[in-house]
């Protein structure tokens, strides 16, 4: 009808409130993300994938402004890729992130998103990079979005150095599960992406096929 006040969704910046999360183990790394994005209060995609390929075995996790993040992540995939053919062989992770962290702290002030940069290569092995405003940083776990506030305390009790390939999807999968409980702004279904050596692997976790906790 002419003269309602439209929906205060429609002038809301899409964002991606969400939970990633990456990890090391010994020979690759995997990437785990929940699917819901929201626009204010309401939920505007239940099922995006906020794994996004920079490369054949690099990976990032997307959090923050959904518009911002798949530019920077599109942005990096065409540098990745004109870089790779220059120096004739893969592109190592740290490539990825520094690219990444150049982009966020350029253009600081213009976009708002924070990307977690996770892959293997020859050189390093398996790696996973935080990246926020201009800050670089290397580490064995990174947990981000808006959901990571409310499992901070259950990745640092059960994360151990040595885990398995196995072990640490399902660490992956409990915490996005704890978090898409509790998160208002994370839910719907758990994407993970595991990398090595060999190749990359992607799965898909439905919502009510996640693991669940005492107070579920």
């Known amino acids: ?3 309602e006040a439209e929906p205060q969704w429609l002038s809301e910046e899409v964002k991606t409130g969400t939970t990633i999360i990456a990890i090391e183990f010994n020979g690759g790394v995997v990437l785990g993300s929940d699917s819901r994005v929201s626009a204010g209060a309401s939920v505007v995609n239940r099922v995006m994938n906020k794994l ?8 990032c996790a997307l959090s923050g402004s959904a518009a911002d993040a798949q530019t920077i992540a599109e942005m990096v995939n065409y540098q990745l890729d004109v870089h790779s ?10 490539s990825a ?6 982009i966020s702290y350029k253009y600081k002030e213009e976009l708002s998103a924070h990307l977690i ?27 981000g979005g808006s959901g990571s506030s409310y499992v901070y305390g259950f990745v640092d009790a059960e994360y151990r150095k040595g885990m398995s390939k196995e072990d640490c999807q399902q660490f992956v999968v409990n915490t996005l599960s704890l978090a898409m409980n509790r998160d208002g ?22 919502g009510n096929d996640l693991p669940t906790f005492f107070d579920q």
């Open 1 to 3: 009808m002419l003269g």
């Open 52 to 59: 996004s390929p920079l490369h054949d075995k690099i990976y």
């Open 85 to 94: 053919m220059e120096i004739g062989e893969d592109p190592q992770v740290r």
């Open 97 to 102: 992130a520094n690219l990444v962290r150049n």
């Open 117 to 143: 940069v996770a892959g293997w290569d020859k050189r390093a092995g398996g790696q996973v990079f935080a990246t926020l405003n201009g800050l670089l940083t290397r580490q064995p776990f990174a947990v």
């Open 185 to 206: 702004s994370s839910g719907g279904v758990a994407y993970l992406v595991s990398i090595d050596e060999h190749g990359t692997e992607e799965k898909v976790i439905l």
